[in-house]
């Protein structure tokens, strides 16, 4: 750095101390800022790794993508239903639901989603037939049962699909 401004011998000496004063401030103000900058960038660092994290997804939505379930049960109007020929026949089987929506369910598949605060699990499928979706009540969801329900009014049908892990 230089502080030589066309003064004498005497001049410059003052001025050599002044200016090396000076650079010494300026060397710890630089230290001092170094360090809030360094403060700054470790704390967006923080924060950005806090933004990232993964969603939380419910406890239902963990019940039904934590195994592959198998029909037990499925009943319309209180009668079996799962024979050949039967309404509910393309239910029977396996059925997964896959984190990413996605999920067979039986002898179709398609995708699924929880809606009405997981109280409700609806289906979409070409496969389904005559509808484009099956909007389903959850009556029981633990890590050895799903018991869904589905009414209809006309024709009146009550139909109780249930599960168990496989």
Known sequence: MFCNFGLGED??????????????IDKTLNRSGMKKIVLLMFLVAVFAAGACKKEKTSDRFDLLTAHIWTSDSLLLNGVDASGPGEKLEIFKGDVQFNKDGTGTF???SGTWSLADNDQSLVIESPSLPDID???????????????VTISYLSPPMDIRMTFKPK
Request: proline content about 0%; charged content about 20%; overall charge negative.
């Open 11 to 24: 001049a410059i000496s003052l001025w050599k101390e002044d200016c090396n004063a000076d650079f010494m």
């Open 133 to 147: 979706y099956l909007s389903t009540h959850i009556v029981e969801l633990t890590q050895t049962s799903l018991k």
């Open 106 to 108: 039986g002898q179709f």
